[in-house]
């Protein structure tokens, strides 16, 4: 089970950190996605992180503004998520897998086994 958790309102400019914690497997061996999902419109992958950490790959609208990191002696992942803007505001999901995905596939909602229920990020103009 993965529990996501973290979000809340902020103001633009704002700051919040994201985490996902797993309980009943070890989140050490697997490969990790944020998504998030705004009102109307289809999930999305924000970023995602290797079994290590030694890979993170972010969507553009997010890159260079959000940090995903893992500390596999807690066994959680976290999203920095740094200079916010209203259109970040979403319900975000992080959720894992067994197998490395190809590159072209790491923010496709389908490849992953595991999902949190998600956690609300409010971000006011």
């Known amino acids: 089970q993965l529990q996501a958790s973290g979000g809340g309102l902020v103001q633009a400019g704002g700051s919040l950190r994201l985490s996902c914690a797993a309980s009943?497997?070890?989140?050490?061996?697997?490969?990790v996605g944020w998504f998030r999902q705004a009102p109307g419109k289809e999930r999305e992958g924000v970023s995602y992180i290797s079994t290590r950490g030694s890979t993170t790959y972010y969507a553009g609208s997010v890159k260079g503004r959000f940090t995903i990191s893992r500390d596999n002696a807690k066994n959680t992942v976290y999203l920095q998520m740094n200079s916010l803007k209203p259109e970040d505001t979403a319900v975000y999901f992080c959720?894992?897998?067994?197998?490395?995905?190809?590159?072209?596939?790491?923010?496709?909602?389908?490849?992953?086994?595991?999902w949190g229920q998600g956690t609300l990020v409010t971000v006011s103009s």
């Open positions: 009943g497997f070890t989140l050490n061996d697997y490969y």
């Open positions: 959720a894992a897998k067994k197998s490395r995905p190809i590159v072209s596939a790491w923010a496709l909602p389908s490849g992953y086994d595991y």
